[in-house]
Nanobody
Framework: QMQLVESGGGLVQAGGSLRLSCAAS??????????MGWYRQPPGKQRELVATMTNGGRTKYADSVKGRFTISRDNAKNTVYLQMNSLKPEDTAVYYC????????????WGQGTQVTVSS
């Protein structure tokens, strides 16, 4: 199996910054995970894409976070980061790390989630 362990959530005032980290480990962790990323679930809403990044460096962002959030990876450590700047109250959510080791679209792993709360 592969486990994803997130860290870095917390409470921050609007306009502030936070950095999330997620490290993959386990017996089925490949040398280089194809796609890693972040999703979030705001209170009372469905889970939504925040950002993803391939091991080749291709990124995808939700329109709502473009220009404010930056995803990055350390492929050697199978770790993905999310730098969140200019945070808004509407960014409040549980943030989940996601990994698609082989780019299959169905063999997907999730972290346990980390709470991000942005106060106005």
């Amino acid at each position: 199996q592969m486990q994803l362990v997130e860290s870095g959530g917390g409470l921050v005032q609007a306009g502030g910054s936070l950095r999330l980290s997620c490290a993959a480990s386990g017996s089925r962790t490949p040398f280089s995970i194809n796609i890693m990323g972040w999703y979030r679930q705001p209170p009372g809403k469905q889970r939504e894409l925040v950002a993803t990044m391939t091991n080749g460096g291709r990124t995808k962002y939700a329109d709502s976070v473009k220009g404010r959030f930056t995803i990055s990876r350390d492929n050697a450590k199978n770790t993905v980061y999310l730098q969140m700047n200019s945070l808004k109250p509407e960014d409040t959510a549980v943030y989940y790390c996601n990994a698609d080791p082989y780019g299959s679209g169905w063999n997907i792993y999730w972290g346990q989630g980390t709470q991000v709360t942005v106060s106005s």
